[in-house]
């Protein structure tokens, strides 16, 4: 006979995974590739692969190029679930501008640029660049990291619907 099981989280559990991911946004916002590093688990599985070294160049590519988000301003930062082949894992969606306060005019409003919801295009205007990652946690660390490719922001329709 085959029987399921479920593995539920306890309190500790739940609040070293809250914090770990406060911290990854933080220094994901801050652009602090070194640190950023340390919150991954070395037998960890990112971008599918388990190699260590490809999130290393991954981060360096996207934090410190010119072409990455290193002349860029976080302006928001939304939180969500994936909904596809790994549901349930959350999402953060990170939202970069090219913010010049100096050659900014009213048609280039950058506070439009907060009301915008998780999976909401980028505003070309604004020159947004937008990140969103699927993360799930072991052993207090960040053990998988890979792009959502459907994802939402809340499970309320799933909770009603169940």
């Not at 290193?70 to 969606?93: A, I, R, T, Y």
């Not at 947004?128 to 998988?144: N, V």
Request: aromatic letters at 14%.
């Amino acid at each position: 006979m085959y029987q399921v099981t479920i593995n539920r989280l306890t309190r500790e559990e739940v609040e070293t995974n809250t914090k770990l991911l406060i911290e990854f946004v933080a220094l994901f916002t801050a652009k602090n590739h070194q640190d950023l590093l340390k919150l991954f688990h070395p037998k960890g599985r990112f971008f599918n692969i388990p190699a260590r070294a490809t999130l290393d160049g991954y981060f360096f590519e996207v934090l410190n190029t010119r072409y990455g988000v290193s002349q860029h301003f976080c302006m928001h930062v939304n939180h969500g679930f994936s909904m596809d082949h790994k549901p349930g894992e959350h999402v953060v969606e990170f939202r970069f501008m090219d913010f010049n306060p100096f050659t900014m005019g009213p048609e280039n409003d950058p506070n439009k640029n907060l009301t915008r919801a998780l999976g909401e295009p980028g505003d070309e205007d604004l020159k947004e660049m937008i990140y969103r990652f699927s993360l799930t946690f072991k052993d207090g660390k960040i053990f998988t990291l890979r792009h959502p490719k459907r994802f939402t922001a809340d499970l309320e329709y799933f909770n009603l619907s169940n």
